[in-house]
Nanobody
């Protein structure tokens, strides 16, 4: 049974930093792409960043240069380092591992609030 668990969210002031973590269990983590998505109230869930099994990264234009996605295959964990946070980054952040048994698995989400 695949499980996806995010952590690291919280309240931070504009310009601050947070690091999100996502631990995946129940599958061979290293062979699948993983990504971070976010959903603000009343809006759709959008891709923030993803990383392939080879380490190739992709970012939404709105976070390029501020966020960094990385993965530790030995720990079955994907990270999202978020710097220079803005109020518009406020959202619930979700982790997703793709293509496991031909389906995607999502975590429960972690709230990130950027406010002074």
């Amino acid at each position: 049974q695949v499980q996806v668990v995010e952590s690291g969210g919280g309240l931070v002031q504009p310009g601050g930093s947070l690091r999100l973590s996502c631990v995946v269990s129940g599958t061979i983590f290293k062979i699948y792409p993983v990504g971070w998505y976010r959903q603000a109230p009343g809006k759709q869930r959008d891709l923030v960043a993803d990383i392939t099994s080879f380490g190739t990264q992709k970012y939404a234009d709105s976070v390029k240069g501020r966020f960094t996605i990385s993965r530790d295959n030995a720990a079955s964990t994907v990270y999202l380092q978020m710097n220079s946070l803005k109020p518009e980054d406020t959202a619930v952040y979700f982790c997703m591992i793709g293509g496991v048994d031909e389906r995607d698995y999502w975590g429960q989400g972690t709230q990130v609030t950027v406010s002074s």
